[in-house]
């Protein structure tokens, strides 16, 4: 158990215990927000600056009232932007109105209908933020040499998309992933697709370092139930990777063999 209680996700160099990370859109409300949270044991939650009042207006109920810098990282998105300009420009906002803040994550969308990402624009702005200092996970397509190309201009981590945003179709592209996975140095988190609790396991299953969703658990019949099972699926989900499952094979292997048994 030791091992499993030790084993610590690891982003711009802090640790974390969860590798659940949650969005802090379409819940009905703040105080389901900070209970569907809670539920997750989430660490780590995002929060698209164009959509959310993180101070921006006094006037109006603030995010960080309920979950609070000092006890979650608060991780600005960039939700809704298309262009790259748009996106560095809303997370300098960002860094202003958290006091200097430089965890950042970057999407930039190609599409209104799939939310795919415009790999290209991407690109252009997770230069320019880590030029500027800033920490970037990256929301990406699931191509391995894009992956390879964000890895190599700075980002923090690379977020590939399993399925489109909010589609719940679950892991997609498991090649893609593993490709992925397998020649990063930087963590790996399945960011889109997520459906259930079994989505998330396979993710973990893969070798991904974690996992971020909103959809899954906000659009459940019951948030709070769903936020718990996606934490117990994505503790059994790193714990059977760490593990290391049995080879597939053809044909049935006895639990019992008959080999060296009595006569």
Do not use: W
Request: with cysteine; charged share 20%.
């Amino acid at each position: 158990m030791t091992q499993i209680a030790d084993d610590t996700l690891v982003i711009a160099g802090r640790h974390y215990r969860s590798r659940l990370l949650t969005g802090t859109g379409k819940f009905k409300d703040l105080e389901e927000t900070r209970l569907a949270t809670e539920a997750a044991a989430a660490e780590i939650v995002t929060v698209a600056i164009r959509r959310t009042n993180i101070g921006q207006d006094p006037a109006q109920p603030n995010l960080l009232d309920v979950l609070p810098p000092d006890r979650y990282t608060i991780l600005p998105n960039t939700a809704g932007c298309y262009t790259a300009d748009d996106a560095v420009r809303t997370l300098q906002l960002a860094r202003e109105l958290l006091d200097g803040h430089k965890l950042v994550k970057l999407e930039v969308l190609g599409d209104p209908r799939t939310l795919f990402p415009d790999v290209v624009q991407t690109l252009a702005a997770a230069e320019r933020l880590v030029a500027d200092g800033f920490e970037v996970m990256v929301y990406t397509s699931d191509d391995p040499l894009l992956a390879r190309r964000l890895e190599q201009i700075g980002c923090v981590a690379i977020m590939p998309l399993a399925a489109p945003i909010g589609s719940g179709l679950g892991i997609q592209n498991r090649y893609n992933l593993l490709e992925i996975v397998e020649n990063a140095k930087v963590p790996v988190l399945v960011d889109a697709g997520v459906g259930t609790a079994s989505d998330a396991a396979i993710a973990m299953e893969l070798g991904c370092d974690g996992v971020l969703m909103n959809t899954a658990i906000a659009g459940a019949r019951d948030p709070l139930l769903m936020a718990h099972a996606m934490k117990l699926a994505i503790q059994a989900g790193r714990a059977a990777f760490r593990a290391g499952r049995i080879p597939r094979k053809r044909y049935a292997s006895a639990s019992s063999p008959i080999d060296g048994t009595i006569g």
